[in-house]
């Protein structure tokens, strides 16, 4: 059968800022960012879902628009260490794109599915052109694919992580810099078994399989291909 629903929200956001927020302390300033401002705004949201399923197949499309106009947002820099700063405005607005299916036939079950994000997140100042914020990248996806056969499991998965600026434009800096974008693959191998009633599961996994070279944050290397194996036990009573 088929299913097509829609959404729609419209609100208004508060957030006070936490202890952890006004009180880290920093090289600059030991006793925190008390005076930081309270982060309020606007959100609104629409979208539409789409289900189909028959024997042996199901599989969901959902497409949602967002967009947020916040006062006072709370952005963590790293200068000299960790420290919060409120900006004047952000404006965030996109696309998320959500699309999955499995198949069932016999003992296989396969399932595919995949997300991207369309996500230009800018600061707006007054006097001041308007930038994308920093380590938040316009584009982004992911794809997973799973392949199960009785007590076996195979997954793989892949995510894609856009351009990223580092810094804002200012009087001393005019060329904003930022950090390339890479796409990750990680996998991993599962049995499941039984030994006196107890459920066991074995594992074997394979992250950054092409042992890519990367960074999340600038000057902070990400670990290149790794391996890891185990073994978890549920406890039947």
């Known amino acids: 059968g088929t299913v097509l629903s829609s959404l729609f929200n419209v609100s208004r956001s508060y957030r006070i800022p936490t202890l952890n927020d006004r009180f880290w302390p920093t090289s600059a300033n030991p006793l925190g960012t008390p005076g930081l401002k309270p982060e309020e705004g606007f959100t609104a949201e629409a979208g539409i879902d789409y289900k189909y399923q028959k024997t042996g197949f199901k599989s969901q499309v959902k497409l949602n628009f967002f967009y947020l106009n916040i006062k006072n947002w709370l952005e963590w820099r790293n200068s000299n260490g960790p420290i919060p700063v409120n900006l004047e405005k952000v404006i965030s607005k996109g696309i998320e794109l959500h699309a999955h299916a499995t198949q069932n036939w016999g003992a296989f079950s396969s399932t595919l599915s995949g997300n991207y994000t369309y996500n230009p997140s800018t600061k707006v100042e007054e006097g001041k052109p308007d930038q994308q914020l920093i380590y938040i990248p316009v584009n982004m996806f992911n794809v997973y694919y799973q392949l199960k056969y009785n007590k076996w499991l195979l997954m793989i998965d892949g995510s894609y992580t856009g351009e990223r600026y580092y810094h804002y434009i200012s009087k001393s800096t005019q060329v904003r810099k930022s950090l390339?974008?890479?796409?990750?693959?990680?996998?991993?191998?599962?049995?499941?078994?039984?030994?006196?009633?107890?459920?066991?599961?074995?594992?074997?996994?394979?992250n950054n399989i092409f042992d890519l070279s990367y960074q999340n944050q600038r000057n902070y290397a990400m670990p290149g291909i790794n391996f890891r194996a185990g073994i978890t036990m549920n406890i039947n009573m």
């Not at 390339?180 to 996994?205: C, E, H, M, R, W």
Request: hydrophobic residues 35%.
């Open 180 to 206: 390339d974008p890479y796409f990750l693959t990680n996998g991993v191998i599962q049995y499941s078994f039984k030994i006196k009633q107890q459920d066991f599961t074995g594992a074997f996994s394979v």
